[in-house]
Structures are given as structure tokens and as C-alpha cells.
């Protein structure tokens, strides 16, 4: 079986200028998840990734990440974002 990804069309979105601290944000707490997760999973900091003795060297404050981290969870946010509104739903902060 040849697996083909088929992630949604968000090809068309712009995200409005005003979304951009947004994205940060969820960007922050997509590493914040992540953390939270492996931590409960019986990881900890590690200068080097070992999955044999569950230490990871991300994790650490989403501010102390090598930027190509950030980057990583960036995306990740700017793409969810893009597939809510390609899905028709609009985003916006409320009053």
C-alpha cells in the first residue's frame, strides 16, 4: 500500500495581517501541547533526542527553541489556520 497525502487545498488562503500575532500564539501552544504531552509520557530535557531513555532537547520553553523549531510549529499553526477558513469558516476576535 502506497500511502498519498491529501492535506485540504489552502493553496487560496491569506491570512489578514491582523491573524499574525494569532499565529505566534498557536504556534506557542502547539509546542506547549507537545511538551505536555511527552512529559506525561515519562520524557525530559536531553542535550541530544534519545528515544531509548525518552530525552528530547526541545523540550524547553517555546522562547528557548532554535528558531527552525518555531518554525516547524509555525507552520503548523498557519496551516490549520488556512484550512479553517478553505473549510469557509472565518476567524476573527470577538469584541
Known sequence: MTYQPRPIDTSEQTIPQDLAQLTERLAKNTHERWAEQRI????????????????????????????????????????????????????GKCP
Not at 66 to 87: C, F, G, Q, V
Open 40 to 91: 506525561r509520557e515519562g520524557w525530559r530535557y536531553g542535550p541530544v533526542r534519545d528515544d531509548s531513555t525518552k530525552e528530547h532537547p526541545c523540550l524547553v520553553p517555546y522562547e528557548q527553541l532554535p528558531e527552525e523549531e518555531k518554525e516547524y510549529d509555525r507552520i503548523t499553526a498557519l496551516e490549520t489556520l488556512r484550512a479553517i477558513m478553505a473549510l469557509g469558516y472565518r476567524i
